[in-house]
């Protein structure tokens, strides 16, 4: 089912947690919220559940609009970051409770809803502890086990709340897999809200960059990555190094020197220039930039150098090959290979 | 054989494994002497009194009506004090956890006064109120109804005795059931009646036994309050307590530690099971996770 959200604005106590969203959902997609705490991610997710109501704004649900519906009434699926199981039931309890508390018109009956309840236990791989209680448990089968639960009562959108937020990083990265898996396999619409960049860029179609209450960009991952749209966005995902410039004579300067690039269609004036540490050639030009390396650490296959540029006063950082001999207070001269300018705000 | 008794000399105790946290001889002991001081010997000295009687004399004196039916008073009337107490109680827990208005500090506040209340100033303030011409007892009496001197009377001293215990042993447990299960609750399409009686209700359950248990436990043993108001007519509203007073009044040392050892027995048999039903239901649940 397809999701839109609609010019939504929303106030906790005058305090404004989203201004004025608009974003479409596309049926059968898994698209990540992604945003530092505070970006309104969260609130975006539960206003799409019905847990809060928007100060003002639609939801629609396919054609139908799910504004005034209660949270009962929308049929979704919610899976929250600290697994929220009812502890005093068994697994399968769980799971079932969603079709058990149905009213009697619509509940299937017992051996129908203990079927599907023991399929659901089966394809979220804890076939054979639907005896267990939830402090039984791992966290990360509580989390399966929460899924399932979601599951069960055949939601039109699938929502999760940071759902690997409790989870360490080994466990983290298994269940990112399986998520994606599970939704290729049932087809579910799947928003799920993360803070960690590298889950949303592993696993999601496209992914929705939140700050401050505003969407800043949305757009697939290699899109998001490639072509930021927003010095956030360009700061937010990936590594990145910026330095202030000006632009002048469609060149970009710094501390009186071009720097042998090309400023495009960009504005005279003093702008931010991005590069990624990673995307950048040493070269031997006068027009480049060159700077004193603060410190140099190997990381992985790459050597990371700090450098102080001469004409800016911060530093930046930039990746070398690993078997470069950068060593404290030489001189180094580049490029980044790709860059993008935004104005100086 | 004498090789293994040379590698673990120290565990020929038992009770004393390696652990980080020292001192467990030291605090076993002190907790011991302690519990033994206070608790065990007093309780001990009540029994080896009793069996002074020998089993027959023992056996005639609990038979004895009058014990039976001020231990009958006793107990019915805790029971019933101890559950109309812990509907209260939790309800009184719910709007003080989960709602937040003007006084509500005030309120919380106020619900621990009988604890610290004497029990004496609460009976005859009761008294006052329930007697057929108090301000209450004259909007029952109209009806045929009379709460002070009768067995409505004790329960109503109970229940005003025991009302804190049940409200503070439910109200942090509340406090730690999250949101979340509410709301989880809720997507899952449970209404808020469903969610109370099937999610909020069960995971409460062993904080409202305890609340029971304690609020049992403290309605057996209360005497300053009730005597006030009960009326004490012998086999209608007269308490155990009030007859083991009696018997000291009259010498009957033995005939007074008889009826105590009743009384324990029984709460004892009620506390034991009560804790029981709560160990095998935090076994299955889990705490504080």
């Not at chain 1, 009213?103 to 023991?118: H, Q, S």
């Not at chain 1, 979601?150 to 940071?162: G, N, R």
């Not at chain 1, 956030?232 to 710094?254: A, R």
């Not at chain 1, 990624?276 to 992985?300: K, S």
């Amino acid at each position: 089912m397809e999701v839109r959200v609609q010019n939504v604005r929303k106030e906790f106590d005058r305090f404004p947690a989203l201004h004025d969203v608009s974003l479409d959902i596309r049926s059968g997609e898994l698209i990540a919220l992604l945003g530092p705490s505070g970006s309104g991610k969260t609130t975006l997710l539960r206003l799409i559940a019905g847990l809060e109501m928007p100060t003002a704004g639609r939801i629609f649900f396919g054609d139908t609009d799910a504004s005034e519906k209660t949270v009962q009434e929308r049929n979704i699926g919610f899976v929250f970051q600290h697994y929220a199981l009812f502890r005093h039931m068994t697994i399968l309890e769980n799971i079932s409770f969603g079709l058990k508390v149905r009213p009697r018109a619509t509940r299937p009956p017992a051996g129908e809803i203990r079927r599907r309840a023991l399929e659901l236990l089966d394809l979220v791989q804890l076939a054979g502890l639907e005896k267990r209680y939830p402090n039984q448990l791992s966290g990360g089968q509580r989390q399966r086990v929460a899924l399932a639960r979601a599951l069960a009562i055949e939601p039109a959108v699938l929502l999760l709340d940071e759902p690997f937020g409790a989870l360490d990083a080994q466990v983290r990265r298994e269940l990112r897999k399986w998520l994606r898996e599970i939704h290729d396999r049932t087809g579910h619409t799947t928003v799920f809200v993360t803070h960690d960049q590298e889950e949303a860029l592993e696993l999601s179609d496209r992914l929705c960059v939140m700050s401050q209450g505003r969407i800043e960009q949305v757009g697939t991952p290699d899109d998001v990555y490639d072509h930021p749209t927003s010095p956030f966005v360009f700061g937010f995902i990936g590594e990145s190094s910026e330095l202030p410039v000006t632009v002048q004579n469609n060149e970009v300067w710094l501390g009186g020197r071009p720097l042998g690039l090309p400023a495009g269609d960009s504005q005279p004036g003093k702008a931010r220039l991005f590069f990624r540490p990673h995307d950048v050639e040493l070269v031997q030009a006068d027009a480049a930039l060159t700077g004193a390396v603060n410190t140099a650490r190997r990381v992985g296959g790459t050597r990371r150098v700090e450098l102080t540029i001469s004409g800016a006063n911060q530093p930046v950082e930039v990746d070398l090959p690993f078997d470069h001999p950068a060593t404290e207070n030489a001189a180094l001269t580049f490029r980044p290979r790709r860059w993008k300018l935004f104005p100086a705000a | 054989m004498s090789t293994l008794a040379a590698t673990t000399p120290r565990r020929a105790w038992g009770l004393r494994k390696p652990n980080v946290i020292p001192g467990f001889g030291l605090t076993l002991g002190f907790t011991l002497t302690y519990f033994s001081l206070i608790i065990l010997i007093p309780l001990i000295a009540l029994a080896i009194r009793s069996a002074g009687l020998g089993l027959d004399g023992f056996l005639k004196a609990a038979s004895d009506p009058r014990v039976l039916g001020s231990l009958r008073v006793s107990f019915v009337t805790a029971l019933i004090a101890a559950s109309i107490n812990v509907v209260f109680g939790t309800l009184l827990a719910w709007v003080l956890v989960r709602y937040r208005f003007p006084g509500r500090r005030i309120f919380d506040a106020v619900i621990d006064l009988p604890f610290a209340l004497p029990t004496a100033v609460a009976g005859i303030a009761l008294t006052a109120i329930y007697a057929p011409n108090g301000t209450m007892g004259a909007l029952f009496a109209p009806l045929g109804w009379r709460i002070a001197y009768t067995p409505a009377g004790i329960v109503i001293a109970m229940i005003f005795i025991g009302l804190p215990f049940v409200v503070r042993t439910i109200q942090p447990i509340l406090e730690e059931v999250s949101h979340e299960v509410e709301e989880a609750s809720a997507t899952l399409g449970a209404n808020r009646f469903q969610t109370i009686t099937r999610v909020i209700l069960p995971s409460l359950t062993p904080a409202i036994l305890t609340g029971f248990a304690l609020a049992f436990a403290r309605a057996v043993g209360e005497y300053g309050s009730i005597i006030f108001i009960a009326g004490n007519i012998p086999f209608v509203s007269e308490i155990a307590p009030l007859l083991i007073f009696i018997r000291l009044q009259e010498f009957n040392y033995v005939g007074a530690t008889v009826i105590a050892v009743i009384m324990l027995l029984i709460s004892f048999a009620i506390l034991l099971l009560i804790n029981l039903i709560q160990a095998w239901s935090r076994s299955r649940y889990g705490y504080g996770n």
